[in-house]
């Protein structure tokens, strides 16, 4: 899947330079990015973006010192410059992209008041679908932090095709600092999304018996809505050779870093490996946690090396994995890439209960009740102010 990443904010234009160092080693290219941000500092960290493709906005407002936690602010100058935003994504090139994906923290103010804005934009100008990877702030960020995820995401599940969230909260260790959090997250985040964006593209492994390609990912993320995707990685040699190269092997220093419950399975059944892994995704940490029983539309990805595809293995975790949702749609295959380890990706689309979004929404009403006994102030036209229920 040839994706195009915008970084929008501080998070996410360290998550796309992420994404950008990552598929440089690689070939064959299937990324391609720009940082978005109204800080100028946060631009100048970036270490893989080229710096034509870091765009800097709202120069003459903010004078390349951000925005701070006014995702209102963010809004506007979003708007005011969107022409700059567009032309620098059609200077970098779009008519062979499958996807827009544009990645923000959801907390501050650039990213969660732009990317509303940009994704509206971006669905009225190109075919392609747009979706949006959001990450929502730890409660210890504070209120304000939460009522603006809440705000943001309020509009943002309208204005793009899909939204992918993952939540701080539910991946920061006990007694962990966020700052000190923050780089681990972002690997968590690159991690699973760099596996299941490169899905379908040719590798020197050959293709897979059953091909997951754009299309199949496009299907499965169809009608909007909030997404969670589920990881869980196993050697598929001795536990002393980690040396795998490629998608997997080549991120060896993070993938080692398995949760508990990520035990390895040598010496199993292929089949029923697969089946294991799959659960574990299903069932283990997921980026945003939900009763995944909610989901409407599923998609299973296994990516390892070819001798450890199993056609049998993917049916049968399609199977069991519809079998565990509300709709019937479940789409997967594999996706060989040379490496020692193998992963199962699954992508839970559209849910319906989250208890994290519920909490923003409780966390957000009470906010902005505090703030207008406060303040004789309206909230700005750019956002669903009402802060509606996602879920019923």
């Known amino acids: 899947m040839r994706v195009f990443f915008i970084g929008f904010g501080q998070a996410g234009g360290k998550v796309v330079d992420m994404f950008i160092e990552q598929d440089k080693k690689f070939p064959k290219r299937s990324f391609r990015g720009i940082a978005v941000n109204t800080a100028r500092t946060d631009l100048m960290g970036l270490k893989h973006i080229d710096l034509k493709d870091r765009i800097?906005?709202?120069?003459?407002?903010?004078?390349?010192?951000?925005?701070?936690?006014?995702n209102v602010a963010g809004a506007k100058i979003t708007a005011d410059e969107?022409?700059?935003?567009?032309g620098a994504i059609d200077q970098r090139g779009t008519h062979d992209v499958d996807a827009f994906v544009i990645v923000a923290?959801?907390?501050g103010g650039t990213g969660s008041g732009g990317s509303p804005v940009l994704a509206r934009h971006l669905k009225r100008i190109y075919r392609e679908p747009v979706y949006t990877l959001g990450i929502l702030p730890s409660p210890e960020e504070g209120r304000l932090y939460s009522y603006n995820a809440a705000r943001s995401l309020s509009t943002l599940v309208k204005e793009s095709d899909n939204t992918f969230l993952f939540d701080n909260s539910a991946w920061k260790n006990e007694g962990e600092s966020i700052k000190s959090a923050f780089q681990r997250l972002n690997d968590e985040i690159v991690r699973r999304f760099g596996v299941l964006f490169r899905a379908g593209e040719v590798t020197k492994a050959g293709v897979g018996e059953m091909v997951v390609d754009s299309s199949e990912i496009i299907n499965t993320l169809r009608g909007s809505g909030v997404s969670t995707v589920g990881y869980a990685i196993t050697e598929v040699v001795d536990k002393q050779r980690r040396q795998g190269r490629g998608l997997l092997g080549g991120l060896k220093d993070t993938l080692v870093k398995r949760d508990k419950t990520e035990e390895v399975l040598l010496g199993e059944d292929k089949s029923a490996k697969i089946i294991a892994l799959?659960?574990?995704?299903?069932?283990?940490?997921?980026t945003l946690p939900c009763d995944y029983s909610s989901a409407q539309r599923a998609l299973v990805l296994i990516a390892g090396p070819p001798n450890e595809m199993d056609r049998k293995g993917v049916e049968k975790a399609k199977s069991w994995v519809e079998e565990n949702i509300a709709g019937v749609e479940v789409r997967g295959g594999d996706y060989p890439v040379e490496s020692n380890y193998i992963a199962a990706v699954?992508?839970?689309?559209t849910i319906q209960n989250a208890p994290r979004i519920k909490e923003l929404m409780v966390i957000a009403k009470e906010t902005k009740e505090d703030v207008l006994k406060t303040k004789d102030k309206k909230p700005a036209a750019m956002f669903d102010d009402g802060i509606e229920p996602l879920f019923e």
């Open 105 to 107: 923290g959801l907390g």
């Open 82 to 86: 969107i022409d700059v935003i567009i």
């Open 278 to 286: 799959v659960r574990r995704a299903m069932l283990g940490r997921l």
């Open 56 to 70: 800097l906005i709202g120069q003459t407002v903010v004078k390349g010192h951000g925005v701070g936690t006014d």
């Open 346 to 349: 699954v992508i839970l689309a």
